[in-house]
């Protein structure tokens, strides 16, 4: 389905654009290239970015942060990456809108899932962390069903499970299916052609991808990658050059029911 299909919906849609993991400098503008397009194009009433990697290809500072809202961003979700600019330990604390996963163990600082109010609708969202090839932290699965406990008023639900492996991903969609409006998985910034709405009424897929250049190692320069592949030894990794490849979902949902009714991919690139 083109993106432009997207505005012949009923009233009772609520759209939604998630944007994949923007990449350093060259994401950055990209996103200032084509997002503000795309919104007048397919008319979201919510616009989700994820910024983890949008400061110099490694985490994410409050000044990064204020160039994704600029340029569309309602909120920023985050991940793994999300302190490796240590200035943003401080930082999270005195930004808006940008969240970093839920289940980080008490005393980290920031939130991890919000109450926002977009085109007259309360809309919870998420965001998670998991566990698989990736640094320990509390269990997402039962971070979500926490999440939804203490947040019961929103039909309108949406998820950023941000993790390595496609498993786990997959895992929190069955859980999750029929509770929330969708769950979109972020971190490998490879785009996963399984976009579809389960079952219970959950738009799901793997990854979303990413907004970095192309002819990378998932976003890296790819000289640098290989160096390390083939040798063994630490190289110092630098943001891609080039064409940038711009990775997002549109997800459609029922106002009155919460339920997705479709989610589709909207691809593009930026040179």
């Known amino acids: ?6 505005l012949t919906g009923n009233e009772e849609d609520f759209r939604v654009l998630f944007v994949a993991d923007v990449v350093g400098r060259p994401g950055r503008n990209a996103l200032a290239a084509i997002l503000p397009r795309l919104k007048e194009e397919v008319g979201p009433h919510l616009t989700i970015v994820n910024g983890e990697n949008s400061a110099g290809g490694f985490g994410i500072t409050a000044a990064t942060a204020a160039e994704l809202q600029a340029s569309g961003a309602d909120l920023i979700t985050t991940g793994n990456h999300v302190w490796d600019q240590k200035q943003f330990v401080i930082e999270i604390t005195q930004v808006e809108r940008v969240l970093r996963p839920y289940n980080f163990p ?5 939130i991890g899932a919000v109450i926002l109010q977009a085109d007259g609708e309360d809309v919870l969202v998420m965001n998670l962390q998991g566990r698989v090839f990736l640094p320990e932290l509390d269990d997402p699965f039962r971070a979500a069903d926490a999440i939804l406990a203490a947040h019961g008023g929103p039909k309108i639900i949406f998820c950023d499970m941000h993790a390595e492996a496609t498993s786990e991903k997959t895992a929190m969609g069955w859980h999750l299916d029929g509770r929330v409006s969708a769950v979109v998985g972020t971190h490998t910034h490879i785009p996963t052609a399984d976009a579809r709405v389960l ?3 959950t738009a799901y897929v793997t990854d979303v ?8 190692v998932i976003g890296v320069q790819k000289e640098a990658a290989l160096r390390r592949f083939l040798t063994g030894m630490p190289s110092r990794f ?13 997800v459609t949902i029922n106002r009155r029911t919460g339920r997705a009714t479709s989610i589709q991919r909207i691809d593009r690139e930026h040179t």
């Open 1 to 6: 389905m083109a993106a432009q299909d997207a």
């Open 238 to 250: 630098e943001t891609g050059t080039g064409v940038v490849t711009f990775n997002s979902v549109l």
């Open 106 to 110: 008490p005393g980290a600082p920031g």
């Open 209 to 216: 991808g990413m907004v970095g250049p192309r002819d990378s």
């Open 199 to 201: 079952p219970g009424g």
